[in-house]
């Protein structure tokens, strides 16, 4: 996790599109939120999270293939206390491990 979330980001995700929208609901919690063909408006107090994703080819490594999905983070009027712990909750929810 990370310390800093701005105002505007992007983010590389090892997942597929129907991986990323099966996520989505968990990952936002009770936040109002509409969907829309590759993008989402989230509702967080008086501001909102505008996320926009696109398949991207995948990662190769070796004989490994890994999904891609392009994801863009854009918090209009959302103190940056209030994305800090937004994102928290949310790269918990769509994190990946292994072990």
């Not at 590759?38 to 696109?54: I, K, M, N, P, S």
Request: charged content about 25%; proline content about 6%; aromatic content about 12%.
């Amino acid at each position: 996790m990370q310390s800093y979330y701005p105002e505007t980001f992007e983010r590389d995700m090892a997942c597929t599109e129907a991986e990323w929208l099966a996520w989505l609901p968990a990952a936002i919690g009770p936040h109002g939120h509409e969907l829309d063909d590759g993008a989402a408006r989230v509702t967080l107090g008086r501001g909102e999270l505008r996320l926009q994703w696109r398949v991207q080819a995948p990662r190769v490594i070796a004989l490994m293939r890994l999904p891609r999905l392009q994801v863009s983070f854009c918090f209009e009027g959302v103190p940056e206390a209030q994305r800090h712990t937004f994102m928290q909750r949310f790269d918990l929810y769509t994190q990946r491990g292994g072990g």
